[in-house]
């Protein structure tokens, strides 16, 4: 059923398609799994996730979902759906009606756009507390699950992830985070720890590859010290406006 449809979306819209069979896919391949998080791919934790699950835990539910908790000036829940598909918890076996419900919906239709009250995957979110409302907890603290559309509405101190959406590394010398205006404490403590923490992880990849992704060009390690990872130091300043981050390329400079 997931290859009859693979050929009509985009590679995206497809990825989105094969999320609501992802949990499904755990439990089969190990039958000692009891519990599946669902977790994109860009979010990076700033904490511990043990509170959100020990409230999960005490509201004796099957699934966890997350509001999106738009600040008032950027709400876009009309279109992109209240619940953001971002970190999502299913039970097995009690969360079996909503997972093959959600499946069923994305085979029958994934796309990304609005489209009569849909959108991706993730509008269908919208019915899961009206529909399954002994099964589905919303997290009661959304400013533990923050990201650029909320960066203004909660301190980034009790943020427990943050949701990079939307951040593209444009050349060594730039990086867009974005749509979104983001505060300077929230570029300054959560944004260069992510591109930190990037750095990082690159770096545990190329001990096992010669080669990054299609998005970032193969180097030495000589010319990859001196990428865009690198000016994310202290020593940098950052110069920043609503529309993008730039770093200097003097990096002995004020």
Request: charged share 20%; glycine share 4%.
């Amino acid at each position: 059923e997931l290859l009859a449809v693979k050929d009509g979306r985009t590679a995206g819209e497809y990825c989105w398609t094969l999320t609501p069979f992802a949990p499904d896919a755990v439990f089969a391949a190990d039958p000692t799994v009891q519990r599946v998080t669902y977790v994109d791919a860009d979010l990076w934790f700033a904490a511990s996730p043990q509170r959100i699950f020990e409230e999960f835990e005490s509201a004796n539910a099957a699934v966890l979902i997350t509001r999106h908790a738009f600040a008032p000036d950027v709400d876009n829940s009309r279109t992109s759906g209240t619940f953001c598909v971002q970190f999502i918890i299913f039970v097995k076996g009690e969360s079996s009606p909503v997972l093959s419900e959600w499946q069923g919906q994305c085979l029958a239709w994934c796309f990304n756009r609005y489209e009569d009250g849909k959108l991706g995957d993730q509008k269908y979110l919208d019915r899961w507390p009206l529909d399954y409302p002994d099964l589905v907890h919303v997290l009661s603290r959304p400013e533990w699950a923050q990201g650029p559309w909320n960066a203004t509405r909660f301190p980034y101190s009790e943020a427990i992830f943050f949701h990079f959406h939307g951040l593209k590394i444009r050349s060594r010398h730039s990086i867009a985070p974005g749509m979104y205006f983001l505060p300077r404490p929230v570029i300054e403590n959560l944004y260069q720890s992510y591109v930190f923490a990037l750095e990082r992880s690159l770096s545990l990849l190329d001990r096992f590859t010669n080669s990054y992704s299609a998005t970032w060009t193969r180097q030495t390690s000589t010319t990859r010290r001196q990428n865009i990872i690198g000016y994310w130091r202290n020593r940098v300043r950052l110069s920043i406006s609503p529309s993008h981050i730039r770093i200097p390329s003097d990096t002995n400079g004020a």
